[in-house]
């Protein structure tokens, strides 16, 4: 049987299943959806949010690109996330790393990959940065893990310096930013860190409020 056509008959019976155990679990769905987090993770296969998570299905906003970057002028995280904090109201918001990333592998390297290029050069001024700390690690799998640590971090910081989540905690008190980060060889999710709406940042990452609140189509 050709490959796909097994995901078809899986999904089959997947809706049996769910249907058995809740006879209105689509109809239920299909009225709204309430999640209370968004996450944002890697594009990796084997990293699915949902089940490393045990999340069902109306409880995860999820946005995913190579090595789960948020860029400033990224139309599509940008809108993800727009929508996920100013209209579905989530409470936190993940970013979720994961050790042995092949993005972050790559942007260690120094082969022409094209447009993936482009995407991994923020990793790249990330290690630049952090070079003397990522150094002192002779191991390259162990250099590539604590890059992948500081990677998560440094895009939790970056949506913070966004105005959506700016106003959101201005206005609401949340959403909390979390960064994780998955283990290939071990499926256990580490907590790295967390940012609650009271943190402090750096001024010039700072908007002015009366701004945001006077302009409704604030980012
Ligand atoms: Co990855």
């Keep these: 049987m050709d490959t796909y056509k097994k995901l078809l008959l899986a999904n089959r019976a997947w809706t049996q299943e769910k249907l058995t155990l809740r006879p209105d679990f689509f109809e239920r769905l299909s009225r709204e959806q309430k999640p209370e987090f968004l996450w944002i993770g890697c594009s990796d296969s084997r990293v699915p949010a949902e089940e490393i998570t045990g999340t069902q299905p109306g409880e995860l906003f999820v946005h995913r690109n190579i090595a789960n970057l948020v860029v400033h002028t990224d139309f599509n995280l940008l809108s993800v996330l727009q929508y996920a904090v100013d209209h579905l109201k989530v409470k936190h918001i993940i970013v979720c790393g994961h050790y042995g990333c092949g993005g972050v592998k790559a942007a260690m390297g120094h082969q022409r990959l094209g447009l993936l290029n482009k995407w991994l050069r923020a990793i790249k001024d990330l290690y630049h940065l952090h070079r003397d700390e990522l150094e002192i690690q002779e191991d390259v799998s ?13 895009q939790v910081h970056n949506l913070a310096k966004t105005s959506i989540v700016q106003y959101a905690w201005h206005t609401e008190h949340r959403p909390s930013l979390h960064g994780w980060v998955y283990g290939l060889d071990t499926g256990v999710l580490q907590d790295l860190l967390m940012v609650t709406p009271d943190a402090k940042m750096d001024d010039i990452y700072r908007f002015d409020m009366e701004e945001l609140k006077a302009d409704k189509h604030h980012p």
């Design 142 to 154: 162990k250099r590539t893990n604590r890059l992948v640590e500081l990677n998560v971090i440094e």
